[in-house]
């Protein structure tokens, strides 16, 4: 008889660790979905059409786990407001397990209506450090798991040392990264040395220039000439962040390339950022873009001169690829990251300096979150266990 594995997807980069994860399982796993806070929403990349049709033979259930305001209160009230229809759902499809990812607020609801419940809990991500909120809800997410899946050796003994005893903690790297290599392009050019080769390349560009100004709004992109990509997100403890912010868009100002900038999520602060960007909308140069698909992303991250911002982005699937970081502020403070990342404060001058010192330069692609095989080392695992 099949297990059912419920998977809780509330962001849309959640899906990008989920996603291969999800490919690999043997038939023995019964997957379904769990999909609410922003992946639902369209301003902040609604995904809930691409996973039904990534995965058509799953079941998926909606939630509203969002509130709304741009305060810290809508997060535990989110939370609060979740544990209730999470608990409703759980005794509708009585899952086997129930996986979340990471760090977002909205998978407390989740882990907490599971652990009530006996239902066992699977966490990816877990014993990571950062400079927000995250930390707490990454650790209240990794006390309640069974069943640990961090990204790196180091979180690995982070998480051991937080559960204090545990014979389930399996550092088996970021699924995210097996994304990468699911584009044949970004594959040829990071184990087959494609960078050399002129067809992959022209393939790369053409594809590149399709898929961005297939989406969003703003300038027309080149692909083949220069550009970089900006991510900011809310920074939920930072009291400084909104009125430091503009430093970005002032730094953004002086550099002369094509920008892509990627909306911001659903965290506290997030409208004060998009009206940042759009009154930042009268510059020239730039497009905005909502969400691309992530095998589509990989290519245009790995063609990019260098991602500038806040994102875990530049700190993960940059690294593996080899991609120059200019991460800014105190949101991903902590955090394990490779020799591409140069991190500044919110200080225009700052920024800018550090945007025209990586732009182009070489950086050795690194595994220090996995190697592109960890969605299926974890698929077995999570069927081993589970049908015990």
Request: proline share 4%; charged share 20%; with cysteine.
């Amino acid at each position: 008889m099949c297990k059912k594995l419920l998977i809780a997807v509330t962001n849309r980069s959640s899906y990008n660790k989920i996603k291969p994860i999800v490919r690999a399982l043997p038939n023995d796993v019964t997957p379904s979905f769990l999909l609410g806070g922003g992946v639902l929403l369209y301003r902040f990349g609604s995904i809930d059409a691409l996973i039904e049709r990534d995965f058509p033979e799953c079941d998926i259930h909606k939630v509203h786990l969002a509130v709304e305001g741009d305060d810290l209160g809508k997060m535990s009230k989110t939370v609060g407001l979740g544990i209730i229809e999470v608990s409703t759902l759980l005794d509708f499809v009585k899952p086997d397990a129930v996986l979340v990812c990471a760090d977002r607020y909205e998978t407390l609801a989740v882990s907490i209506s599971a652990s009530y419940k006996n239902i066992p809990l699977i966490h990816l991500q877990g014993g990571e450090h950062t400079g927000t909120i995250d930390d707490k809800v990454r650790n209240a997410n990794s006390v309640l798991a069974d069943m640990h899946f961090p990204a790196t050796q180091r979180a690995g003994i982070r998480v051991s040392h937080l559960i204090n005893s545990c014979d389930h903690i399996y550092p088996y790297g970021c699924p995210s990264m097996d994304i990468l290599l699911s584009n044949p392009d970004v594959e040829c050019v990071i184990n087959r040395g494609g960078r050399g080769n002129i067809d992959t390349m022209a393939s790369l560009i053409v594809k590149n220039t399709h898929v961005v100004n297939g989406k969003g709004k703003g300038d027309i992109i080149d692909c083949g000439n220069p550009y970089i990509i900006v991510m900011l997100h809310g920074d939920t403890t930072d009291k400084r962040f909104v009125s430091h912010m503009h430093q970005l868009t002032d730094a953004l100002d002086m550099v002369n390339t094509q920008k892509i900038i990627f909306w911001n999520n659903i965290d506290p602060k997030g409208d004060q950022i998009a009206k940042m960007w759009r009154e930042y909308d009268c510059m020239d140069n730039h497009r905005f873009i909502r969400h691309l698909e992530p095998e589509d992303f990989a290519g245009v991250l790995l063609m990019s001169d260098c991602i500038v911002g806040n994102s875990s982005t530049g700190i993960r699937e940059a690294n593996f690829l080899g991609v120059p970081s200019v991460n800014i502020g105190d949101r991903q403070h902590g955090r394990e990251h490779g020799s591409n990342v140069v991190t500044v404060p919110f200080n225009k001058g700052a920024i800018y300096d550090a945007i025209m010192g990586r732009r182009g330069m070489v950086c050795e692609p690194s595994n220090l979150y996995g190697d592109g095989n960890a969605g299926e080392m974890i698929a077995a695992r999570i069927s081993y266990e589970i049908n015990r």
